[in-house]
């Protein structure tokens, strides 16, 4: 028997897993990031290699929310835990981010929404919400 899927909760998933995977790529590669002329090349290669495997693993969780399977409810759950494993690592760099000198932005990216909210908070925020809302409407 094929199971239900609130339609609510693929489109929360889907959009969150959007932003997760496709955020970088729109944000990153650029001269603030992948093309900055200071950074080294090392960690380039990592920034890289970081946002292709959290756009498969995005890919991966679409696939799983959109496929017509008879554990839909099961597959939606796990593409929402993955966007929560894949977001958890901002979580950890940011409670982190004082013993390796890390901060939210770069002077020359994109500015603090106010001078005061720094947007990668709240877009992981937001995402991490409709990816929980989503995981909670398949139970």
């Known amino acids: 028997m094929i199971e239900i899927i609130p339609p609510a909760a693929r489109w929360l998933i889907t959009a969150a897993t959007a932003a997760y995977g496709l955020g970088p790529f729109i944000t990153d590669m650029n001269r603030t990031h992948l093309l900055h002329p200071a950074w080294p090349g090392h960690a380039r290669f990592h920034l890289l290699w970081a946002s292709f495997s959290q756009l498969a693993v ?20 796990l593409a929402a835990i ?58």
């Open 58 to 77: 995005a890919g991966l969780a679409l696939w799983l929310v959109w496929s017509h399977a008879p554990d839909g409810l099961k597959r939606c759950r």
């Open 82 to 139: 993955l966007g929560l494993c894949a977001t958890s690592g901002f979580w950890g760099a940011l409670s982190l981010k004082r013993f390796y000198r890390g901060t939210l932005h770069d002077p020359h990216g994109i500015p603090p929404i106010a001078g005061r909210l720094d947007g990668n908070i709240l877009a992981v925020l937001l995402i991490v919400g409709f990816l929980s809302g989503g995981l909670l409407l398949t139970f």
